[in-house]
């Protein structure tokens, strides 16, 4: 698959990075050598690069666009990124992605108006940021909570601590083929499990199940997480794009309090967001009285949302020691993610993982219409639908020869979710949720999509 990267900045090179795991054939164009040399001379990517600038119809011929499959614009520039979407698009690019900053934009009733100046998708990070933000403050007992196919699944990352009564019990015994939820993954320190039968869970272990809205609460019974209290008012530090983002996104029976630190910022916020729940007051957050001050101690949530990876991290620590249950980061270096885990910070953000988990579904050939990428496990989780004749639908799931680091977790059929075992037939229209590492999602292709060639071409396929 052939791929161009307009724009090396931090998403354009996160996306290189995720993108060249693939063995796909990647060029990446920026006018700047300096950003495109840290690239090619680190030896950790397998592309090349034009130095021109991404708007150029020059450096777009340069790169092969009329052979790509997928052009992705992510300059800090929106207009250039529309701009550039459409000179790919006129000149053969097959499908288009841009990153714009206006929320407007997003709106799913401008859709269509973007697709006919050939755009297929666009991708506003602060706001992708925001939505899970607010699922996170919406279920505090969850890492990580994720609605798919509008809620007919539940997908939840669960910390395990000692009051879970899962704990050393194999999966053989905790998910029996007519158990309510399903354990896809578990992270245990640094390393992402999808496990087997005699697995067990650990106490630490970051458990992922798959369930139905029904029972949420048995599951939160069985991870001992009754006691966490409901989010009625969070502590927001930082008034940034994501910050705006989450208060126009709030439920109307969640208050904010957002402490900035820059009095212009203050007055810009107050502006913006007219609303009686929302709170901005001039302070830092990262002083300890500041947010004693402020009340921390009767907030059941915080949220450190500043473009200082470090400072969010240690003020997530602070208002932890100062008894708020629930902390959400933004970590923008992808080298603290692990150490705001091990460091049990609840919540972790990073709007890169969160972009290219929405443009990496685009590079997918059989029929997916939602896809995630779970920060804090190195992995994807997708919602891929079968179609008629597709592989998926050809035997029991015990008879399929999945890749090994993947695990499907799910199924939705006419609209109505349910776990997946091995005695499980896949259906034709079947929405089926599928969990998995180190980029092996894309390896499921093949599963879903139309068989080409007949019966002996499928054969072939099953074989291999």
């Not at 620590?317 to 150490?339: C, F, P, Q, S």
Request: charged share 25%; hydrophobic share 40%; aromatic share 6%.
């Amino acid at each position: 698959m052939k791929i161009i990267i307009a724009g090396a900045g931090a998403v354009g090179t996160h996306l290189a990075q995720l993108l060249s795991r693939d063995a796909q054939d990647i060029v990446v164009i920026d006018e700047s050598q300096v950003k495109t040399d840290k690239l090619t001379d680190s030896g950790n990517y397998d592309l090349m690069t034009v130095n021109l600038s991404p708007s150029s119809i020059a450096a777009m011929k340069e790169s092969g666009v009329q052979h790509a499959d997928l052009f992705i614009a992510v300059t800090p520039d929106e207009a250039r990124n529309i701009t550039c979407c459409m000179l790919a698009h006129i000149l053969g690019a097959r499908k288009t992605v841009a990153r714009v900053d206006n929320a407007e934009y997003v709106s799913p009733q401008y859709i269509e108006i973007f697709q006919r100046m050939g755009i297929d998708s666009l991708i506003y990070p602060e706001v992708l940021a925001a939505d899970e933000i607010v699922e996170g403050l919406k279920h505090s007992w969850v890492r990580q909570y994720w609605e798919i196919h509008e809620g007919a699944l539940i997908m939840m990352g669960i910390k395990l601590r000692e009051t879970a009564t899962i704990l050393d019990k194999s999966l053989r015994e905790l998910c029996p083929p007519d158990a309510p939820y399903h354990i896809v993954a578990i992270k245990r320190g640094n390393q992402t499990i999808i496990p087997g039968g005699n697995d067990e869970l650990q106490l630490g272990d970051i458990a992922y199940f798959i369930t139905t809205r029904k029972y949420i609460s048995f599951i939160r019974e069985l991870v001992g997480k009754e006691d966490y209290p409901d989010v009625k008012r969070v502590m927001v530090m930082g008034g940034g794009r994501i910050s705006v983002q989450l208060a126009r996104r709030k439920p109307d029976w969640l208050s904010m309090k957002i402490v900035e630190r820059n009095e212009e910022r203050c007055y810009q916020l107050n502006e913006i967001l007219e609303n009686d729940d929302i709170v901005v007051i001039h302070g830092d957050g990262r002083d300890t009285d500041t947010l004693i001050d402020e009340g921390i101690r009767k907030f059941q949530a915080f949220a450190a949302l500043t473009p200082e990876t470090e400072t969010n991290i240690l003020a997530c620590l602070a208002a932890k020691r100062l008894g708020v249950r629930k902390t959400v980061a933004l970590v923008e270096n992808t080298d603290y993610i692990d150490m705001a885990e091990k460091l049990d910070i609840g919540t972790i953000i990073n709007k890169k993982s969160i972009a290219a988990g929405h443009i990496y579904r685009m590079m997918l050939d059989a029929d997916v219409t939602t896809m995630k990428s779970l920060t804090i496990a190195n992995a994807d989780v997708a919602e891929f639908v079968a179609l008629e004749g597709s592989l998926i639908t050809q035997g029991l799931i015990r008879e399929q020869r999945f890749p090994k680091g993947v695990s499907l977790g799910g199924l939705i059929r006419d609209k109505i979710g349910m776990p997946i075992n091995g005695s499980t037939q896949i259906q034709p229209g079947d929405s089926v949720v599928v969990f998995a590492i180190d980029g092996l999602v894309k390896q499921m292709d093949r599963f879903f999509r139309k068989p080409e060639g007949g019966l002996i071409a499928n054969i072939i396929n099953r074989l291999t």
